[in-house]
């Protein structure tokens, strides 16, 4: 981790490890972070930038780990990353909604109208 006192970083300790994880390395084509939360070691020595954030445009933060041949997204300090940049990328600005109801259609406050025919 390069930088635990970030708020995405928060309750994950100086570092965690993922046993299984597909490897990216170095050179990664990506714009100079504004900050860099982490970096990624693999067992054959090559690192990667893993955890950027950004304040430009609509690009705020990228988090490396996951892929679909592993279950990265299952790991515990994974899915805490994952909540908490969420959270720190959120707009600015604007209200926060923590949880969206699932009403019927009937019950929603503006009238649902179909547009297309449905595939279902």
């Not at 046993?19 to 390395?25: A, C, F, H, S, V």
Request: negative net charge; glycine residues 10%.
């Amino acid at each position: 981790m390069c930088n635990p006192g970030h708020p995405i970083a928060q309750g994950l300790g100086p570092n965690f490890e993922i046993p299984e994880e597909e490897m990216y390395g170095e050179p990664f084509g990506i714009p100079v972070p504004d900050e860099q939360v982490f970096i990624s070691w693999f067992q054959g020595g090559e690192v990667m930038r893993s955890g950027c954030t950004w304040k430009r445009g609509n690009s705020k933060f990228f988090f490396r780990p996951g892929h679909e041949t592993y279950p990265t997204y299952y790991h515990a300090k994974v899915k805490q990353v994952l909540k908490q940049g969420v959270r720190w990328a959120r707009p600015e600005g604007s209200i926060w909604i923590d949880e969206a109801p699932n009403i019927l259609a009937e019950m929603a406050p503006e009238k649902i109208v179909a547009r297309e025919a449905s595939v279902h």
